[in-house]
């Protein structure tokens, strides 16, 4: 423990004194931390083994190793049927409801929304800018991270995320023709919202 | 870890680049090449020092630089990539003497043992050198003498091997004992 320097203090006068008067342990003492700088000083001497890099890049390949986030270990196998017909149903309902409740262009009526309606109206536009803005920075990320992914896994995110698409264009058309439906907003809202968590479930997957 | 573990780790290597290991992270295998042919020397010598067998060395680095490349993400850059590396590696071998139950991780503290250490033929007369002074220890204390050297205390020794603190200590002052045999002859 002298050698390591882990001697806790108190004990370290009095070992200090026994070496002052003990020349064998002095010289015991003196190799013995000779030796431990002397392997701590000395480069690894074994030769480095012919490249190993062509297996292990096989690996890499074979087994299409994934790199896992710790913090949200979410393998891609996570991304299951279940959220495929998840995202195929919210897009389904998400179609019918803008069919229901897009107005008939037979019957031009003018409606002015409220101040009540107007501030949701705002609430709802900047969830949606915001979650349009967040689902841009995940895509550019998911476009890095294309290649660690399972092809198989990619197609069935490219799947969900062109149904998902598909309904918000539906969406902004609906809004297009009626700017003041709350309802189509909230809608489109959802669906940017089921689209960014999509994408980070992909993003945490690769 | 010990900080003067850490720095040796570190300085084994040329230093690798932030850039390189973002790159790296993001999924560039051409970058994580950079990466295994900057670190290899020394987590193969790491490996070596633990197995004291060249073979089982080999397999062992591979499989380190593959667990690597699966848990790059997690390295948040609190320490060098060295280090990061070395400590990965050690798991791994660790890991590996787990799995194959062998009598590997077992701490010689019989004289006889020990005593053959000493002894060991030296017809040829020349110096032992480091690495085979290493080598001829018993399996157990090699492993926690190569911990040491990377700058682990006796207490994580002791954590990561599954023995006692005081038999971590004991190994190691044995180990030395030996050593300086060795060498000295």
Known sequence: ?206 | MTRAGAVRAAAASPPMGDDVVRRAQQGDVDAFEAIYRAAMPSVHALCRRMTGDEQEARELVQDAFVRAWERLTTFRGQSSLHTWLHRLTVNVVLEHFRVAKRESLRFASDDATWAGVAGTDRRNDTRLDLESALESLPRGARIVFALHLEGYSHDEIAQMTGIAAGTARAQLWRARRALSSLLDQ
């Open chain 1, 1 to 206: 423990m002298l050698v390591d320097e882990t001697l806790p203090a108190d004990r370290r006068e009095h070992v200090a004194e026994h070496l002052r008067a003990c020349a064998a342990c002095a010289d015991d003492v003196a190799r013995l931390a000779a030796v431990a700088a002397r392997l701590r000083e000395a480069p690894p001497a074994a030769p480095a083994p012919g490249d190993l890099w062509p297996s292990i890049r096989k690996r890499i390949d074979d087994t299409k190793v994934v790199a896992i986030d710790a913090t949200e270990a979410a393998p891609v196998s996570r991304i299951t049927w279940r959220h495929r017909v998840g995202v195929a149903v919210v897009a389904a309902g998400v179609v019918l409801t803008v069919l229901v409740l897009r107005p008939s262009h037979s019957v031009p009526v003018e409606e002015v929304p409220s101040s009540s309606d107007t501030a949701s109206l705002r609430m709802v536009a900047d969830s949606v800018r915001s979650y349009e803005e967040e689902a841009r920075v995940l895509l550019n990320r998911l476009e890095i991270q294309r290649a660690m992914l399972r092809p198989d896994a990619m197609a069935a995110i490219d799947a969900d995320l062109r149904t998902i698409d598909g309904a918000i264009e539906e969406l902004k058309r609906a809004i297009a023709d009626d700017p003041n439906n709350p309802a189509l907003r909230r809608l489109l809202a959802a669906s940017f919202r089921q689209k960014v968590e999509l994408l980070k479930r992909a993003g945490s997957a690769s």
